[in-house]
């Protein structure tokens, strides 16, 4: 097999298409490259990251277009590129040893394999050449090189637990870990940049339904406020960025994943549902506007929006004193900075990002709010937008449509629920065959990776939507055959069937997003509920690392209302914590005990 070019141009991929006009001889992850390179007896450099993040964008256009550093890379490695969200699995394998090697990790990521795929070796961003604050890749690369001559014959495969016994930990109890490591000043966990909790706040939002806390009442709403009001919310366009790089919440990385979007809607929609007077309903019909607006392909769901225009980080997002003054006429710059603040979060001069006043906190100024944003989004809508990735990913759609149907349940928006099934019958059609449901469809090339993660994600989908639509019964039963096909003898669960990368245990750890066993738990004590079995594990599992999870062990200590009924009926006035199944008789059950009739719209 000829590397001696760049063949990324015949990749599905955008994100590695970016990326085929570099001088590097970059590969996309094959057993025909893999098997050159041990041939060869040469390194791997393998290079991850995806297409909406900034400092991929920054290497690619400049360490990576450095002749020095191409002709480096040609003549001592073969160069592979990975898409993280095409192959998780890689990524996954990748992220854990540099996590357990050097406590952290983050994209892009790059990791120097052995010829025979032994991780040795892993940075993240570099420049081209060094610098006094920062080492550049060619000294990086000469380091790697003379690390392995002095220890190729020491170096190990790095491996992998597959412990998914799933002890449950019943003391110290979850919210010990939760309390411990919240922040009282400006909501989220630890003191450092802040991701979104998602999988902590969807469990601190189900236990609340029977077991009501001031203190755990307090970490939803000051995390919720803050996420809605400062720099992670997208105000001018509905939606949430991916994280801050600082502890307030204030300074955003600029780029919109479509899974953040869905964990967004399911959590403020769950929320709104709970604390209906703290205004979460806006934020969560902003989350679907930006749905639809920015990321709705035909029936599904593009993967993410670039952090970047035209090279500028938030050139979507950010805003200068011209452009403001444009965008509002003179007698509405008033009204505008009684409820936005206008802010420099990056330190740039004349580059502003919105944010909410912080003293705009009152519903009277909800109508003034929305035609001040109604203005600069038809300013927006003259500047160029950031870039949406057109790849179908079906994890990241199939949480679309739980939140979906989720916020149709909480916001009285039926015709959200009818979305939800249109997206589940589009991802079955596209992307399922037989028990095989693929990963993603990008420019129209279905993939051929499958993962326990997309199963788990589906069949969650599919049970969710049978409690609105009896006649998904068969879908549902599908789908849980899909995800049975992960399952291995010894009741483990794999992440990955693909032939061209060894089998991974399925991911457990459960932030920010939920992981595969946290979703394969849920599927499992819901299908124990529906067929009147007990669910297994009534324990907790440790809080901050198992939350998602732990949503599964409160249905197994019987914290979840069941009701039963012969005919569809309208969730709107269902508990957050319930289920709806059918039965011969109207009925509803709660911790064991029975009652007959229709559960009323004050049971909690």
């Not at 920054?58 to 191409?70: L, S």
């Not at 003549?75 to 192959?87: A, G, L, N």
């Not at 946290?518 to 939350?547: C, K, M, T, Y």
């Not at 200590?557 to 009926?569: C, M």
């Amino acid at each position: 097999m000829d590397l001696q070019r760049n063949t990324l141009h015949q990749s599905s991929s955008r994100y590695l298409r970016q990326h085929a006009h570099h001088p590097v001889w970059w590969h996309e992850w094959t057993p025909e490259v893999l098997e050159t390179a041990a041939a060869a007896e040469k390194l791997i450099f393998v290079s991850v990251g995806y297409s909406s993040c900034h400092w991929c964008h920054v290497m690619a256009d400049t360490t990576f277009t450095d002749p020095q550093v191409a002709a480096e890379l040609n003549t001592s490695f073969i160069c592979i590129k990975v898409d993280r969200e095409q192959r998780p699995d890689i990524d996954q394998y990748l992220m854990d040893f540099v996590i357990a090697t050097t406590g952290s990790g983050g994209w892009p990521l790059h990791v120097i394999l052995t010829p025979e795929l032994k991780p040795f070796f892993s940075f993240s961003y570099a420049p081209a050449q060094s610098s006094e604050s920062r080492r550049g890749l060619l000294e990086i690369l000469t380091d790697a090189q003379g690390f392995y001559r002095r220890n190729a014959g020491r170096l190990s495969h790095f491996s992998v637990g597959w412990n998914h016994d799933s002890i449950a930990v019943e003391s110290p109890d979850p919210m010990t870990s939760i309390l411990s490591q919240f922040d009282p000043e400006h909501g989220g966990f630890g003191r450092g940049p802040k991701l979104p909790p998602y999988s902590t706040l969807l469990f601190l939002l189900f236990r609340q339904c029977y077991s009501p806390e001031e203190h755990a009442g307090h970490i939803i709403t000051l995390t919720l406020d803050a996420m809605a009001q400062r720099g992670l919310h997208d105000h001018v366009h509905g939606g949430f960025f991916r994280y801050c790089s600082d502890r307030a919440w204030q300074i955003p990385h600029f780029e919109k994943p479509l899974i953040d979007q869905a964990m967004q809607l399911w959590v403020y929609s769950l929320a709104e549902q709970l604390f209906p007077e703290r205004g979460y309903r806006t934020t969560a019909l902003g989350i679907l506007r930006c749905l639809e607006q920015e990321f709705r392909i035909g029936d599904c769901y593009g993967a993410a929006l670039d952090a970047d225009v035209h090279g500028v980080e938030g050139g979507g997002a950010l805003w200068s004193a011209e452009q403001l003054a444009s965008a509002l006429p003179q007698h509405q710059r008033a009204a505008a900075h009684r409820v936005y603040s206008f802010v420099d979060p990056q330190l740039q001069i004349d580059r502003y990002h919105i944010v909410q006043h912080p003293g705009a906190q009152a519903h009277p100024l909800e109508s003034t709010r929305a035609v001040v944003r109604q203005q600069l989004a038809n300013s927006a809508a003259r500047r160029p937008r950031p870039e949406l990735d057109r790849t179908i990913l079906a994890d990241a759609n199939c949480l679309t449509g739980i939140a979906l149907a989720t916020a149709a349940r909480s916001l009285g928006m039926p015709q959200l629920l009818r979305r939800a099934v249109e997206l589940f019958h589009a991802l079955d059609r596209r992307l399922r065959q037989g028990q095989a449901l693929y990963h993603s469809i990008s420019h129209g090339i279905r993939s051929p990776q499958r993962f326990a993660r997309d199963a788990a994600a589906f069949a969650l989908l599919a049970d969710t939507l049978y409690e609105s639509s009896f006649d998904m019964k068969q879908h549902y039963t599908t789908a849980l055959r899909v995800l049975d096909t992960f399952e291995t003898g010894d009741s483990q669960w794999v992440e990955s069937a693909n032939a061209d990368f060894f089998p991974l245990p399925a991911a457990s750890f459960d932030q920010p997003y939920p992981s595969t066993m946290g979703l394969i738990d849920l599927v499992s004590a819901r299908w124990h509920v529906r067929n009147q079995l007990h669910p297994a594990g009534e324990g907790f599992l440790p809080g901050l690392q198992q939350d998602f999870a732990n949503i599964a062990r409160i249905i197994g200590q019987g914290h979840f209302f069941t009701i039963y009924t012969t005919r569809e009926i309208s969730h709107i006035t269902l508990p957050v914590n319930s289920m709806v199944l059918p039965g011969d008789a109207p009925q509803y059950c709660y911790e064991g005990v029975c009652h007959s009739g229709i559960l009323s719209d004050t049971a909690s």
